[in-house]
């Protein structure tokens, strides 16, 4: 296969034809943060949205026509190209010039992350004693529907918001009372926790074959759930908790793993 040269943060890299910028810079040690891009999985661009699917008992109906975005928190500058490039899905090309820590894209990475986190509870990665912590008390009285889940100390979310920062006119997170359920096999489903990367639609849909669970967009969000019935099981769900692996928060959670007031 032929090879191609490229420049990132003035460090040179050959790889392949057809790498990712994102993976070219991989190879160089070159880190660039990425919550809906996942090694084991196709990359989101070209997504589409399922008509409906079912979060509980509630059938929720697409109401937009078109593709899913991404979280585009790998962005990056390339040499000639107008504002900004989603590396994840980029491809390299051969004398490509790429930044990726300026503080352009620092800012804007920052400001894509504010969405992400202000529907997802956040009050303990803002907190200066998130290392450690257990949970189970709070020394600033956080209530409990409020803190982070049983993943805190080995979250992407977490590490991907120490990473970036948080702005600091975040708001305080209003729980929403979505659907938490523990009532199949293997897994529990917790809505609240869900920021929408799609990993768990993509590894169902495009690498099992299974399309038990997919997603709409419903008043400018993304909504995940289950694609032809209420529970798991008759949306053609084999359990095998593919979905579980690829997660990035505590929305799946292995039930052989993890029990209330436990951490990861």
Known sequence: MAEITL???????????????????????????RLCSHPDLPTSKGLKPNEFIYRGDEKILNDEDKEYEGCKLCIVKVEGIDGFVTSCNTEAKDGMVVTTDSEEIKKQRKDNLFPI??????????CAQQEGCTRLTCSSDVPEEERCCVKLGNCEVQRIANYIGIREDMPKYVPAGLPILDDEPLFTRDYNLCIGCTRCVRVCREVRGIEAIGFVFKNGKIIVGTTTSPTLAESGCKFCTACVEVCPTGALLDKRLFKPGEKE
């Open 7 to 33: 420049i990132i943060n003035g460090e040179s890299v050959t790889v392949p034809e057809g790498t990712t910028i994102m993976e070219a810079a991989d190879k160089l040690g070159v880190y660039i943060p």
């Open 117 to 126: 986190l202000k529907d997802h509870p956040h009050a303990c990665l803002l």
